[in-house]
């Protein structure tokens, strides 16, 4: 069965390297999908240029971060296990 494609409103998580410097830039980190679409001079942090489709996240900032969707994994909050802290468990 194929995945669904990554689009905008989905819960995503940073699970791969960057394509381009091998960096595990963010890792672990969930983000909420604000746009798809395709860049033909994505600049990684690395500073290298990129034609490659983006993800659009929102993490609070004043600008979008944007991730390669090939780094990225769709996370279906409905099928979290557990043992997986939430905002209702995680104590302040």
Known sequence: MSEKPIQK???VMVIRALPCCG?????GFTYIV???FRSTRHRCICGAFSD???ASCDDGLPWPRGFPISILKRLDPGNLS????TDE????
């Open 9 to 11: 409103g989905d819960l």
């Open 23 to 27: 960096q595990m830039y963010r890792a």
């Open 34 to 36: 604000q746009s798809v």
């Open 52 to 54: 490659v489709t983006v």
């Open 82 to 85: 557990e043992d997986v802290p």
């Open 89 to 92: 468990k995680v104590s302040a």
